[in-house]
């Protein structure tokens, strides 16, 4: 068992991140319309600043910002989107590295974390910018196209027992046509919804409540509520620790269980999966990261900077 609770975070003044964030190596971050997004990438200081394109955004090369190098993935296959990324960067060994995780698409996310893991990286910093507001509120759309197609991470998928039943631990946020195909995937799963609460602001959480609730007939049955957990919305940590918790609980009613997870609230709420997989899911065994495919996806969908997290992410 991990202690989550020992790991290091701490929020940012927005007016003194040139300040109170601590000059890196090498930063990457995704790039999109977001001012959040640009002022951190403007503001942390590095040696080398790398902007990752996501194809998802689908930003043609005049839209493309000006500073920073650019690595630009033509496909949306998080194995060959990490590949370039890490070819174009070079060498990782050694440097202090930041990653700000605000803008990526999560299964390059939840791929990243597993594959720094694997090349022997010890630490990082993550980043996480809070945004005043959501746009158009519990109507922002996030994905605006996905494929209809729901699969494991490449890398990131268990050795399933064929006996075992099927649990899903589900984070919860606002693209209710994705919670709905992930809960369609497969029949018959027990499902563990996870809530980001306390979330950014104090309408998020009623929000993404009110989405959630259109995303099938899983979510207006009895387990949603009973097996209803709740973690931060800027806590990776105890995002982890309560996804280890209920994989706990269910180990101990029985054997053999197949957990699925899928993170589909905050980008820091699937940092803390890809975190509990890396630390403890891989060694259980069959657990599987799993997540719908997006083909595109908003650039912006929030407005202002209310505050900025620092993470200590620590994979050894």
């Known amino acids: 068992m991990v202690e989550y609770g020992m ?78 990324l890490l070819t174009d960067i070079g060498d990782l060994q050694g440097k202090r590295i930041c990653i700000d995780i605000t803008g990526f698409m999560r299964h390059v996310l939840v791929f990243l974390i597993a594959k720094l893991g694997v090349m022997g990286i010890r630490e990082f910093t993550a980043l996480y910018s809070e945004p005043m507001a959501y746009r158009q509120q519990e109507n922002t759309v996030f994905s605006t196209r996905t494929s209809g197609r729901v699969g494991p991470v490449r890398g990131m998928a268990g050795s399933n027992s064929t006996t075992g039943l099927d649990y899903l631990i589900m984070a ?10 992930v809960i369609n ?15 950014l602001s104090p309408d998020m959480y009623q929000q993404s409540a009110i989405k959630s609730s259109e995303s099938g007939d899983a979510a207006l049955e009895s387990a949603w509520i ?40 905050t980008k820091v709420q699937a940092l803390g999966f890809a975190l509990y997989w890396y630390l403890e899911g891989r060694a259980r065994g069959a657990v599987t990261m799993l997540l719908p495919e997006c083909t595109s996806y908003s650039r912006e969908t929030s407005t202002g900077l209310k505050r900025l997290w620092t993470y200590t992410i620590e994979l050894d």
């Open 226 to 265: 009973t097996n209803r957990r709740f973690a931060p919305a800027n806590d990776p940590f105890s995002t982890a620790g309560i996804v280890s918790e209920v994989v706990r609980k269910i180990d101990r009613d029985g054997l053999g269980a197949n957990i699925y997870l899928s993170p589909l609230s």
């Open 172 to 181: 919860v946020g606002f693209d209710h046509k994705m919670i709905g195909q």
């Open 7 to 84: 790991f290091y975070r701490r929020s940012v003044d927005v007016n003194r991140i040139g300040q109170e964030v601590p000059e890196f190596d090498i930063f990457i971050s995704a790039y999109n319309s977001s001012d959040r997004v640009r002022i951190v990438f403007d503001k942390v200081r590095a040696t080398k600043k790398v902007w990752l394109l996501h194809p998802e955004y689908q930003f043609s090369p005049v839209e493309e910002p000006a500073n920073g190098l650019k690595c630009r993935p033509n496909v949306s296959d998080e194995v060959a989107q990490i590949h370039e």
């Open 185 to 199: 995937h497969k029949d018959n799963m027990t499902i563990y919804p996870l809530f980001a609460f306390p979330s």
